[in-house]
């Protein structure tokens, strides 16, 4: 049996889930804004080349606190994205996850970190020129878990002519007023030398008021009426963020922001929000459809 034989044989009696198989695409650029490089993760559909002029849709996935651009895929979230467009449940598009660190997505009180700068004006750019997004409001997405949720919607909210579709999981919505959590955080404590990092110590109002998903959903309500918004939470969640959500889902409704909000029975973590992923994936999916 020559090789070109044996070669055909093999690709006829492969299964064809391998055959259809996504694949990442891991790596790092040099941001200026930040003055550092910045690793990121690009999952890119089956029958992905950069040589096609075809152009698809982008969903950015924000990581949460403690994690990295690769927890999901290393996770089961490629699995999961494979089997779903293997029974044409999401169609095709480019999943790119960046590191995040600890920054909630934001610039820093102080000016330091200037992490939303990099995203708009320098991530987004870069991914869609390099990997063939379309540039379109219609045609990007962007979804987050806890802290990633926390910026999926400030994003959305604040830039609501960027986005067509939001959603996030288990979002770090936090109801309380920065004098509460002034008076909550322990000095020396982790959590509260990360969030003086970010929000400043005291806590910034100026600063939070500007970054808060509540505030900018309330300001371009109207906006947001062409923009796809879903979220969800568990009841059980261990930081509370579940009263942030419901306390999200009554204001959108009360300014009759159409949106989508579920409280499961579960908890904050990965295996919850893995567990209720495919239907973040599903409704980006179906908005990047309604648009074509």
């Known amino acids: 049996m020559t090789r070109s034989i044996r070669l055909l044989f093999f690709l006829l009696v492969l299964p064809v889930s391998l055959l259809a198989q996504s694949r990442i695409d891991c790596s790092v650029m040099k941001s200026r804004v930040l003055g550092e490089p910045v690793h990121y993760c690009v999952l890119l559909p089956s029958g992905y080349s950069v040589s096609n002029a075809k152009r698809y849709p982008v969903l950015y996935f924000l990581h949460g606190l403690g994690q990295s651009e690769k927890t999901l895929f290393d996770t089961g979230g490629w699995t999961l994205i494979d089997d779903l467009r293997q029974q044409h449940k999401v169609g095709d598009f480019l999943l790119v996850a960046p590191e995040g660190k600890s920054t909630f997505y934001i610039n820093s009180a102080d000016g330091q970190v200037r992490y939303s700068d990099f995203f708009l004006r320098e991530f987004m750019p870069f991914v869609e020129e390099k990997f ?26 604040a830039y609501p002519e ?7 999981q288990g979002a ?28 400043g110590r005291p806590v910034n ?27 969800n939470c568990g009841d059980k969640d261990q930081y509370g963020f579940e009263k942030g959500a419901q306390a999200l889902d009554r204001q959108l409704t009360s300014d009759h922001v159409p949106h989508e909000f579920h409280l499961y029975s579960g908890d904050h973590s990965l295996g919850f929000f893995l567990q209720h992923f495919a239907e973040t994936l599903a409704f980006h999916s179906r908005a990047f459809a309604k648009q074509k």
Do not use: D
């Open 132 to 157: 063939g997004g379309r540039r379109t409001k219609n045609a990007r997405g962007i979804t987050g878990v806890s802290m990633g949720g926390y910026g999926a919607l400030r994003f959305a909210f």
């Open 162 to 168: 960027l986005f067509g579709s939001v959603s996030a």
């Open 172 to 199: 770090a919505l936090m109801t309380e007023s920065p004098q509460h959590l002034n008076a909550a955080f322990r000095p020396g404590a982790p959590m509260s030398s990360m969030m003086a990092a970010v929000f």
């Open 205 to 231: 109002v100026v600063h939070w008021r500007k970054y808060s998903p509540f505030v900018l959903a309330r300001r371009n309500a109207a906006a947001l009426h062409h923009e796809a918004i879903y979220f």
